[in-house]
């Protein structure tokens, strides 16, 4: 059996895009298109695919070289051109699939009905196509039966042929040696001045050598993106699928027209999912979690059984049993231990929270460090920056902080220690002792009714 190389052509410079960002790097799902390609080829067995890139080298290299080999076409001259940089790296006993870097939609299992066939038939090439409603700028497929006659372009097509609606989807698998045999005889004979890969077809046909063609039956899987509007069509696409996949797995969808779940988010069975929310980065999210209505997670990590409703939450570690929300903000370094509680108009910044704790409402929680069973009273805050320096609050076990309190750090709160409600603590405060801070209160009696008398 013949081993298999993939290349994938990602040179293009996307002006249809009109974007400072390479076309392949925009993103499908929260990933770039050109990682849904890696992905799709990796399941197919290819660990280094060659990837031809020429447009944004240095920032698509930087994002996949740990995933591929990068061989550069310093001139962009067809998309023959760009295949023939990559035939040094390429064994003649070998398979090869070639297809484009943004087409985001392509699955590993047409990849691998398409090498099967390939194989099973030792063709010399195998076309991808598919059938679309409007095939309007595409190729056509002329074939006889399951082989491929020719391709006619659109520019190119009778009124006839255009009425064709299988189209060529530019992705292909070839044998090795007949597509380096090939690739030597094409030409820059035309408009463009470029080498088409397509042209290896006619030299494959006049010498008798059978080209197949298989059909995917979702023609999804053919849209390549070249502008913002099919990028639109193509996330779309993507996040349909996605849902499908996770209700399939068991998790709960309530609307799943109003919820969006990136490609590398998790989730476990019997979570379930209200309206509005939007699943982001690399979160993870364990069972029976009910999240939403309108809840945004950015690679999030969600235990057990935790409850979230109207939260925004970025890199946070949330354990089983919380309850947050609504109207909470948790950032980055959030580490909650289980069955905390944190309730509306709360924000929590680089802190740990530990089990049991509670911080119901209208706080500001940063760089600080709270025991178990700890009550935060609303409208504390911890005053953690200076305008130089950012320091720690520290707050022990079963500790009971009043309201409004103001925690200066660098402070420290003993174990079950109050603090009076309304009080600025800027001193440590001992275990089990009470720290009271207020100015002496001042009563003038009749003052209301002295004012009134002045003012008329």
Not at 17 to 42: C, F, T, W
Not at 205 to 216: M, P, Q, R, S, Y
Request: proline share 4%.
């Amino acid at each position: 059996m013949p081993n298999l190389a993939v290349v994938i052509m990602a040179a293009g410079k996307g002006t249809r895009m009109k974007s400072k960002l390479p076309k392949v790097l925009h993103k499908i799902a929260g990933k770039p298109m050109i990682e849904h390609v890696l992905d799709a080829v990796r399941q197919v067995g290819s660990e280094r695919p060659l990837v031809i890139l020429g447009h944004g080298r240095e920032v698509i290299e930087k994002q996949v070289a740990d995933r591929c080999q990068i061989v550069e076409q310093s001139e962009q001259l067809g998309t023959g051109h760009a295949v023939m940089q990559a035939v040094p790296f390429l064994d003649e006993k070998d398979d090869v699939i070639v297809l484009s870097g943004d087409q985001p939609l392509l699955t590993a299992a047409t990849l691998l009905e398409l090498i099967k066939l390939h194989r099973d038939h030792k063709a010399a090439a195998t076309v991808l196509t598919a059938e679309l409603m409007q095939p309007f700028g595409y190729g056509r497929i002329i074939k006889k039966e399951q082989e491929l006659d020719h391709i006619v372009e659109e520019k190119d097509a009778t009124a006839e042929e255009r009425k064709i609606q299988e189209i060529n989807t530019g992705t292909y698998c070839f044998k090795v040696a007949e597509l380096k045999m090939a690739l030597r005889q094409i030409t820059p004979q035309n408009a463009q001045g470029e080498y088409y890969l397509t042209d290896v077809f006619n030299i494959f046909l006049a010498k008798g050598a059978k080209v197949l063609i298989h059909c995917t039956p979702d023609s999804n899987e053919s849209l390549g993106i070249n502008s913002r509007s099919q990028l639109a069509e193509a996330e779309k696409i993507c996040h349909e699928r996605i849902r499908q996949y996770w209700m399939d797995n068991g998790v709960t969808i309530i609307d799943p027209i109003s919820t969006f779940i990136d490609a590398e988010v998790e989730l476990a069975p019997d979570v379930i999912l209200e309206p509005f929310t939007i699943l982001k980065g690399q979160t993870k999210i364990s069972s029976d979690a009910l999240i939403g209505p309108q809840v945004l997670m950015e690679s999030c990590l969600c235990g057990e059984g935790c409850e979230i409703s109207f939260t925004v939450a970025r890199e946070a570690l949330i354990a089983e049993g919380c309850k947050i929300g609504p109207f909470a903000y948790l950032r980055p370094g959030t580490c909650l231990e289980a069955n905390v509680k944190v309730g509306d108009f709360v924000e929590i910044k680089k802190s740990q929270i530990g089990v049991g704790s509670k911080i119901p409402h209208l706080s500001y929680i940063g760089d600080a460090l709270i025991g178990k069973s700890v009550n935060i009273g609303a409208g504390t805050i911890t005053c953690n920056y200076d305008g130089t320096t950012k320091s720690i609050t520290t707050i022990g076990d079963h500790a009971f902080i009043g309201s409004n309190t103001n925690l200066v750090a660098p402070v420290e709160i003993g174990e079950g220690a109050v603090t009076g409600a309304g009080s600025t603590i800027t001193k440590d405060v001992p275990a089990q002792a009470l720290a009271v801070e207020r100015s002496k209160q001042i009563t003038r009696d009749h003052y209301r009714n002295k004012d009134t008398k002045e003012k008329k």
